[in-house]
C-alpha cells in the first residue's frame, strides 16, 4: 500500500504540468499516493493550488495545510523549505492529525530575507530567522540536498535523516553528446537578476574582462529585478554581451555548446542545477565559493573558484578560463567526468523518497 504524502511548497504550477514536470511527480505517484500543495491557477485531483504569492501565502498557508490534512489524512507533509515546515507544523497543530513533517532544505534560509525580493524583506530578518530555527529543530525528519546544507542543519544541532539531490530534468542536456570546448572567449550566465546571483558583481567583473580580452563575448540568459544593471551592461558593451531574459532547456544547451565556461558569481546557492546542466554539456564554471557551488565545482578540477563578492578576482578567474590556452578544455573535461554524480532519473528519486518516508512511518 502506499503512503499517503502531501507536498508543500511555494512553487508555482501551470496545469496541465508540463512533460518534463510531470515526469517527476508521475514517478513520485507510482511510489506514493501524492497531493500538492502548491501556488498557482487552477486544481485537479493531485494538485490542490493557490493563487496566493508571497507573502499572502505564508500567511494562509497553516489554514490550507489543516484543510488538507482533514481531508487526505496523509502520513508525512514535506515542506519544502523551512517556511513552509513551519506553517505545516502550525497547521497540524490546527487539524488534530498525526502526520509526521518531513523538511527539506534545499538553500540557505538565512539568506531569504536578504537576498531576495524586495529590500523591505530585510524587516522580516529576525522573524524569519526565528522561525527557521524553531522549524529545522520541531520537524520530525529533515532532509538535505548536499553538504552545504547538511552543514546549515547541523548549526542548529540537527542531524539529517537522508542527503540526496532533488530530481532535476537535464534531458535537453543530455540528449546529444556533448561538443568539444570550442576554441572561444565565451562566456555564458543563466540566472535570474536577483541580489543572490550577484549580478553587480558579474556586470562589474565582466567590464574588466572586456577591457582585457577585445575579442571576449557573453550571453546572458536573465530576467529579474535587477535587469536595470544588465540594460547599462549591454549599452555600454553592445559588442561584447548578449542578452536574452529567457531560452527553453533546448537553447540554453545550445548555448553552452557555443561557450567556453559558465560563470556563476552567486552569494548564495543550495545546489545549483543550473552548474549541473554546465557539467552535463562538458563545461567547466567560474564561479563563487559560496553555499553549495563548492559542493559541485572542484577548483582547477572542473572549475575555478573565487571569494564571493571579489569582482577583481572574478575577472582574473574569468581572463584566465577564457584565454590560457587549454584550460577551458581541461575545466570541461573535468566537468563532464564529475556529472554523472549528480545525475539521477525521476523513478531513483521516486525510490529514494519513497524509503526515507517508510522510514518515518515506522
Given at each position: ?152 542543519v547541523r548549526s542548529v544541532g540537527v542531524e539529517p535523516a537522508a ?200
Amino acid at each position: 500500500m502506499r503512503p499517503r504524502v502531501l507536498f508543500v511548497s511555494r512553487t508555482r504550477y501551470r496545469l496541465p504540468l508540463e512533460p518534463q514536470v510531470a515526469r517527476k511527480w508521475d514517478a513520485l505517484a507510482a511510489e506514493l499516493d501524492v497531493r500538492v500543495l502548491a501556488t498557482g491557477d487552477g486544481s485537479d485531483e493531485r494538485f490542490h493550488l493557490v493563487p496566493a504569492r508571497s507573502p499572502a501565502f505564508y500567511v494562509s498557508l497553516p489554514v490550507h495545510v489543516a484543510r488538507e490534512l482533514r481531508s487526505f489524512r496523509p502520513a508525512v507533509v514535506v515542506a519544502q523549505s523551512p517556511y513552509e515546515a513551519g506553517a505545516a507544523l502550525v497547521g497540524r497543530a490546527l487539524a488534530h492529525v498525526p502526520a509526521r513533517v518531513l523538511l527539506e532544505v534545499h538553500g540557505d534560509w538565512r539568506t531569504a530575507t536578504t537576498l531576495y525580493g524586495s529590500p523591505l524583506r530585510r524587516l522580516l530578518e529576525p522573524a524569519s530567522l526565528t522561525v527557521a530555527r524553531v522549524a529545522v529543530r520541531a520537524a520530525d525528519a529533515v532532509r538535505t540536498v548536499g553538504p552545504f546544507t547538511t552543514s546549515l542543519v547541523r548549526s542548529v544541532g540537527v542531524e539529517p535523516a537522508a542527503t540526496f539531490t532533488t530530481y532535476s530534468d537535464t534531458s535537453a542536456f543530455t540528449a546529444s553528446p556533448p561538443v568539444p570546448v570550442p576554441d572561444v572567449q565565451r562566456a555564458l550566465f543563466v540566472g535570474v537578476a536577483e541580489r543572490y546571483k550577484n549580478v553587480q558583481g558579474l556586470v562589474d567583473a565582466w567590464r574588466r574582462v572586456a577591457a582585457q580580452l577585445p575579442d571576449a563575448a557573453l550571453h546572458v540568459v536573465s530576467r529579474g529585478r535587477e535587469r536595470a544593471l544588465l540594460e547599462r551592461l549591454v549599452r555600454d558593451l553592445p559588442q561584447q554581451v548578449r542578452w536574452d531574459e529567457w531560452l527553453p532547456s533546448e537553447q540554453i544547451a545550445s548555448a553552452l555548446d557555443e561557450s567556453a565556461v559558465l560563470v556563476l558569481p552567486s552569494f548564495s546557492e543550495g545546489l545549483p542545477r543550473v552548474a549541473m546542466e554546465s557539467f552535463s554539456r562538458g563545461r567547466g564554471v567560474v564561479g563563487s565559493r559560496a553555499g553549495g557551488i563548492p559542493d559541485i565545482v572542484e577548483d582547477g578540477v572542473s572549475g575555478l573558484l573565487v571569494a564571493p563578492g571579489d569582482a577583481g578576482t572574478l575577472a582574473d578567474a574569468l581572463v584566465r578560463a577564457l584565454s590560457e590556452p587549454g584550460l577551458a578544455q581541461t575545466l570541461g573535461a573535468g566537468a563532464l567526468a564529475a556529472s554523472g554524480r549528480w545525475l539521477q532519473t525521476p523513478e531513483q528519486f521516486a525510490a529514494r523518497m519513497r524509503s526515507l518516508v517508510d522510514e518515518m512511518c515506522r
